[in-house]
T-cell receptor, first 112, second 111 residues
């Protein structure tokens, strides 16, 4: 099925460990986004990309890095995980000239 | 920073009741979108409103964009348990920047 696929779905990390979250879309969308969702805080934008090879900071970028080497993939990296990064992470994509975002089903990350 | 305020934050109603949730801002948006998010899933787009005063209907859901394009409402008629979820509004500033999301209204419809 066409859409946005996030891997992994669940992960537990120890403080200081690193990991990469993968987002893949097969709709040839130009724009891709990484959000985190926390209770009472809503969706907060971490980083986004307006095209292959481009990235930009969102509202809460500290502690995260991203890369978009291929149009269909958007990677979110945590270099040294902290308990404050415990959250549900959502990736979304958007086609050029299209209003809506297509979201993945999320990655639930716990940092202990 | 543009903000979207949603109210109420939580709503628990009986099946068959009607309800309205609101999305307000002091800023003008070129368009506004509504999403529904179910537990364990990502948000799913319900509708986009573009023109001030526009009304769109999706079965029992009615969406309205304010005349000044600063606010929107979602009205559900005869709510059903399947309507349970988190309803998010999101504003589009110019199409060149990411959407601004409200914090959502969590709706629970009890059978």
């Amino acid at each position: 099925n066409a859409g946005v696929t996030q891997t992994p779905k669940f992960r537990v990390l120890k403080t200081g460990q690193s990991m990469t979250l993968l987002c893949a879309q097969d709709m040839n969308h130009e724009y891709m986004y990484w959000y985190r969702q926390d209770p009472g805080m809503g969706l907060r934008l971490i980083h986004y990309s307006v095209g292959e090879g481009t990235t930009a900071k969102g509202e809460v970028p500290d502690g995260y890095n991203v890369s978009r080497l291929k149009k269909q993939n958007f990677l979110l990296g945590l270099e040294s995980a902290a308990p404050s990064q415990t959250s549900v992470y959502f990736c979304a994509s958007q086609g050029a000239g299209v209003y809506g975002y297509t979201f993945g089903s999320g990655t639930r990350l716990t940092v202990v | 920073t543009q903000l979207l305020e949603q109210s109420p934050q939580f709503l628990s109603i009986q099946e068959g009741e009607n309800l309205t949730v609101y999305c307000n801002s002091s800023s003008v948006f070129s368009s506004l979108q509504w999403y529904r998010q179910e537990p364990g899933e990502g948000p799913v787009l319900l509708v986009t409103v573009v023109t001030g005063g526009e009304v769109k209907k999706l079965k029992r859901l009615t969406f309205q964009f304010g005349d000044a394009r600063k606010d929107s409402s979602l009205h559900i008629t005869a709510a059903q348990p399947g309507d349970t979820g988190l309803y998010l509004c999101a504003g589009d500033n110019s199409g060149n920047t990411p959407l601004v999301f409200g914090k959502g209204t969590r709706l629970s419809v009890i059978a």
